[in-house]
DNA sequence: GCGTGATCATAC
DNA sequence: GTATGATCACGC
C-alpha cells in the first residue's frame, strides 16, 4: 500500500478522501516520513506529504502531478472557517520568448485545467503533527473563471512583452497575480528591459490569490 | 538557474 | 490581521 499509484480518477479520489481527517503525523508516521518542528526550513512539506500518499510521480519536471490522469495536485492551507490562509503558486512566469503566446497554449491553463484541491489545517498555532488534512476537491475551472484568469493572464503578460516586467507588482491581477519566486534576492534572471534590450530580474511566478481559491472552497461546500 | 513543493516574515 | 516581497529545500 506504501507505493501506491492511482490508475484512474476514481481511485485518486478515494485515496484522497482516505487521507481526509487524519493528522500530518500519522499520515507521516504511516509513510516513515520524519516530521519537522515547523514548515520554516521546509515550505513544501506538506505538499510532498501528500504528493507520497497520493501517489504524484512528476517530482520537479515541469508536469502536473498525475500526467496520466491530467490532474494537478495541490494543498492549500486554511484557517478554522476553511478560508485560505495563503495564495497558491501556479507556475514560474515566462519572461522571454513570448512573442506570439496565447491563454488557450499557457502554462497557467495548462495547470489548472483539472486540480485535486487538499485543504489542510494551516493555522501556525496547531502543532504542525496534528494538523489535520480535509476533504479533497477534483475542481475544473468553471467558464466564468477561466475568464477571469484569462483577463489576469493577458494583461500581464502584455505587460512583459512590453518591457514593463518591472512596474508590476503583486497589486495587479484581480485573482491571477504576479510575485518574486526565487531562492533568494540574489537570484536573477532574463527580461525584456523597457526599451526592448534584454535585462536582468528576479525571477517571479504567477499565483492565484486568495479570493479565487476561495470561491473554489466554498462552492465545493469544503469543510475540514 | 529552473522548476518542483510552498510558507515565512515584515511592513503596512 | 493580512498582503507583498522574500525565502527554504531539493533534483537536475
Known sequence: MKNFQPCNEQELLNRARLAAGYS???????????????????????GNLIETFLGA?????????????????????????????ETTFVSVLPLMANHGVIWETSHVKYKLSKVLWIPIEGERSIPLAQRKVGHPILWTPTEQQEQQL????????D?????????????YGTYLQI??????????????????QIILTRPRGFYLKKS????????????I
Open 212 to 223: 479565487f481559491t476561495l470561491q473554489i472552497l466554498q462552492n465545493a461546500n469544503c469543510y
Open 179 to 196: 510575485r518574486p519566486k526565487a531562492a533568494n534576492g540574489k537570484a536573477l534572471t532574463e527580461a525584456i528591459g523597457e526599451n526592448g
Open 57 to 85: 510521480n512528476a517530482g520537479s519536471k515541469a508536469e502536473r502531478d498525475f500526467a496520466n490522469l491530467g490532474i494537478e495536485l495541490k494543498t492549500i492551507p486554511v484557517n478554522k472557517q476553511g478560508k485560505p490562509l
Open 150 to 157: 484569462k483577463q489576469d493572464w493577458q494583461e500581464l503578460m
Open 24 to 46: 500530518f503525523g500519522e499520515i507521516a508516521n504511516y509513510l516513515n516520513i520524519a516530521i519537522p518542528a515547523n514548515l520554516n526550513k521546509q515550505k513544501g512539506w506538506v
Open 159 to 171: 505587460m512583459i512583452v512590453l518591457g514593463q516586467i518591472e512596474k508590476i507588482t503583486a497589486c
